[in-house]
DNA sequence: CGGTACGTTGAGTCATATCAACCATAGTGG
DNA sequence: CCACTATGGTTGATATGACTCAACGTACCG
């Protein structure tokens, strides 16, 4: 079998397959992205950054996924999001020039581009399209931020699970047999609905017993959409 | 005694004075916005948007306190954050071209400028300085929502009360004599932390036990700062 | 003076966290 | 190849923080 070659995307193309926010550059400015910015692949537990670190640049997923959290007071992981193909990580502390204020670690193998900040600033002072989509983009994500604080702070945790499960749902959908496609660890689940990894399990077994869910392992069949919608609470 | 005019308020003079976003702007910028702002005068309980609603523009405070707040699913509120002076708000349901996630409602007493989204666009695409300015804004508060995701999933009411009380001394100050500057229910401050306005109650008055803050009424006089952040486990 | 909104307190309940034990699996090193 | 260890998953027992419900006090307002 022939050696697997490294295979650096260019980012002319990978800005429209991927649908990042990079389509709305110039063909110039992807030139200039695609020079300047650095391939890299990371595998499972690696960490991309940590909080507190000043960060000098940020990423565009190119395959993988990524989870980004935060560290709570005792240590408990909080995820406040993931992000895979054609998603950028870490722009919000580049942008507001603060500290990161999230870690971001490999949950599934990935190939990333590590881009400079100065690229960023520059490109929003020169193209104002891509100013305004990247505004679009921290403001949509700011509003789901807003709904996900009203959700932990009013919903109980057999809510918040059913509805994390649509969301993920909704983000890498499920296969031809009904399998959630992306695997996390029960605590994993637990660090996302915001409660102990021991809820999760039992939410989750509950959920089986009512015919929502099969589970296999880290492979959660998905039997009842409607139903965990109904649970969830959630209207659309 | 005379009567009181309504004075409206220059943008040129305001932005600088309050310290808004608008400082970014040229001085034809500023005549612009001055041009086509509309200067409006609200009174406690006024709603300036609800959730839902097709936004056409956003407002920069001139006086008084907004609270920006979502309606969970049992129609509680659970409030966002704070408006004041110089500060801006519904901007991100303008750019982020959405329908309003929040509702706007007056707490104190104020006088709004409402500016039509089309001026903020043009001023974006036309101003990188100030399109950089906005993008800091709405990453700045992207990274204190994920904070507050993570406090609410994590920490006890206690913990959230006595971090809240530290937030709002920070926003809003204490005068000469330890007293909050800013006056809340106890509903309102049970739908900051995200609690029971009950349990809001019973904590304060064991705040109160605790020699940490003394209570009259809606006025909450501090005593113990430091005893305050302690129980919050915030440090800074 | 009755009404309405807010504040307070007590009692009871329940969801969820915590603690502890145990199993399964896989990787490691001697 | 086997003991050893680490990691993740599961279940049960127990504790408790926080919510709910209900009653009542207080203050302001028309």
Chains 1, 2 share one sequence.
Do not use: W
């Amino acid at each position: 079998m022939k050696q697997q070659e490294i295979h650096i995307p260019l980012c002319e193309k990978c800005s429209l397959e991927s649908g990042s926010i990079f389509k709305y550059l110039s063909p110039d400015e992807l030139v200039t992205l695609n020079y300047e910015k650095d391939f890299r692949k990371y595998v499972r537990g690696d960490i991309l950054y940590q909080e507190g670190n000043r960060i000098s640049g940020f990423f565009c997923i190119h395959s993988g996924i990524i989870k980004v959290f935060k560290t709570g007071f005792d240590g408990k992981e909080q995820i406040i999001r993931f992000a895979k193909k054609g998603e950028i990580i870490a722009y919000r502390s580049v942008l507001s020039n603060e500290l990161a204020c999230t870690s971001a670690k490999v949950i599934e193998d990935c190939q990333v581009c590590f881009i400079p900040s100065e690229i960023l600033i520059s490109f929003i002072k020169t193209n104002s399209t891509f100013a305004l989509e990247l505004i679009k983009l921290a403001c949509h994500e700011l509003g789901e931020a807003n709904s996900f604080i009203t959700d932990i702070a009013q919903k109980t945790v057999r809510e918040r699970l059913a509805e994390i499960l649509l969301l993920l749902i909704n983000d890498f959908g499920i296969d031809q047999e009904q399998n959630l496609q992306i695997s996390l660890t029960r605590e994993e689940l637990a660090n996302i609905v915001g409660t102990a990894t021991e809820s999760v399990i039992r939410l989750l077994s509950e959920f089986k017993s009512d015919r929502l869910v099969e589970l296999n392992g880290r492979r959660i069949k998905i039997l009842n959409k409607k139903g965990l919608e109904k649970i969830s609470n959630v209207f659309n």
